[in-house]
């Protein structure tokens, strides 16, 4: 099973620093467009080290990609699924 997580805490950081970096990817986006350049937000997470896969939150994306995939409830707080690809870490993993 998953690891639950809140969103709370370095979570909930790095989702609130993920949203001031919308803007920046959308310019990004528009730029390498322009030069026919790759331009998808995974590139752009490629570029930056940052974990596509979650967003660079850390926590897993729903199926449909929005919101975050809860797996378990601690009384009133949800749990969120940990994301296997960066292992919670919100950057991108380099194997060993």
């Keep these: 099973m998953?690891?639950?997580?809140?969103?709370?805490?370095?979570?909930?950081?790095?989702?609130?620093?993920?949203?001031?970096?919308?803007?920046?990817?959308?310019?990004?986006?528009?730029?390498?467009?322009?030069?026919?350049?790759?331009?998808?937000?995974a590139d752009f997470s490629r570029a930056h080290g940052l974990c596509s896969a979650c967003a660079a939150s850390g926590v897993s994306l729903n199926d449909n990609g929005v919101g975050f995939s809860t797996v378990e409830w601690n009384g009133n707080l949800p749990l969120y699924e940990e994301c296997a690809a960066c292992g919670g870490t919100g950057r991108i993993v380099s194997p060993s």
């Design 2 to 41: 998953a690891r639950g997580v809140p969103l709370t805490g370095e979570y909930l950081s790095r989702y609130l620093a993920a949203q001031k970096r919308w803007h920046e990817a959308r310019e990004r986006r528009s730029r390498e467009t322009a030069a026919g350049r790759p331009s998808t937000y």
